[in-house]
């Protein structure tokens, strides 16, 4: 077991012990949540900044209601209108925020390692909510609670990845944790959009839908992270929909009973087809979204506490 960390900045290092623990404390927040009740005496007098230098729009509003629902004083420092403008470094503002005696600082930044250096700078708790390429933390976890409520375990489950793994931190986090709770992982894409060094991780690679998707329980889509992509490394969104895109008839290669998911923000018609992500009963999008509120709930819950995750 990994000694208790003060920080979340990635699920690599986390002892299966640690996830299951934050799962199950996600799981009575995403009751407490459907019941429309609140705790708001858990975080009360604990201050929340959310620091984003890159854009979201579900990750942060998941934050602050999380941090809202629990009683923090909840603080989006909007980058866009911040000195980050005028030239002040990272470790600057860091110091600025340290100075404010915030307990709590979330950050997104598109140079991975950004939060696992301003951890060291801050007396705050650091939750990473995307770096780079590197991790998304947080999003692993609400994919593994969404998956957990439907099939009870995670061992042995078939998730088949696919897509625009090469830039995902989604794809990266979602491996590691699933990988250490015992699926089988497959990832599935393109060449130009899958790293050789990612069998590394313990997943096995295909370059074609219909043996990646072929016996899979959870078919997870990333996005096509154009804006990460320095050259051009797929023809048209046409012809990336045709071999790549997730429609009826890839899904029918998977199990009849094929759960699908998307971390958002969706390219409709590029990775997916919109009957495939809006089918009530196939389709775990929105409920991903859900429970990523339950679980930064738990995260900020575990980490106030001071002993650590
Ligand atoms: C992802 C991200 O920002 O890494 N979005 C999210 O947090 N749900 C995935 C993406 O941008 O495609």
Do not use: W
């Amino acid at each position: 077991m990994q000694p208790a960390s003060r920080h979340l900045l990635a699920i690599q290092g986390l002892h299966p012990r640690q996830i299951t623990a934050l799962l199950d404390l996600a799981e009575s927040y995403a009751l407490l949540n459907r019941s429309g009740k609140t705790q708001r005496d858990r975080l009360r007098g604990r201050t929340l900044i959310n620091l984003f230098f890159e854009d979201s729009t579900r990750t942060r509003t998941s934050f602050e209601l999380a941090g809202k629902r629990l009683g923090a004083d909840v603080i989006n420092m909007s980058v866009a209108t911040s000195s980050v403008n005028k030239g002040e470094t990272l470790l600057d503002t860091a110091a600025t925020l340290n100075a404010m005696h915030c307990d709590l600082l979330v950050v997104r930044h598109d140079q991975s390692g950004a939060p696992a250096l301003l951890a060291q700078k801050v007396d705050a708790a650091v939750i990473n909510a995307g770096d780079g390429t590197h991790e998304h933390p947080t999003q692993a976890l609400l994919d593994a609670l969404t998956i957990r409520r439907h099939r009870g375990e995670l061992a042995g489950l078939v998730v088949a990845i696919c897509g625009d793994v090469a830039h995902s931190r989604v794809a990266r986090s979602n491996i590691l944790l699933l990988v250490a709770m015992g699926c089988s992982v497959r990832v599935v894409g393109p060449p130009t959009l899958i790293p050789g060094a990612i069998t590394a991780l313990g997943v096995s690679v295909h370059h074609d839908m219909r043996a990646g998707l072929a016996g899979a329980d959870i078919v997870m889509m990333l996005r096509l992270q154009r804006e990460r992509m320095t050259r051009g490394l797929v023809p048209s969104a046409r012809e990336y929909f045709r071999f790549f895109g997730l429609d009826r008839d890839k899904l029918a290669y998977a199990k009849p009973d094929a759960l699908v998911m998307h971390p958002g923000p969706m390219n409709r018609g590029v990775e997916i087809a919109s009957d495939v992500a809006d089918d009530p009963v196939r389709s775990l999008i929105r409920e991903q979204v859900e429970m990523g509120v339950a679980v930064r709930m738990a995260v900020l819950d575990a980490l106030s506490r001071g002993g650590g995750l």
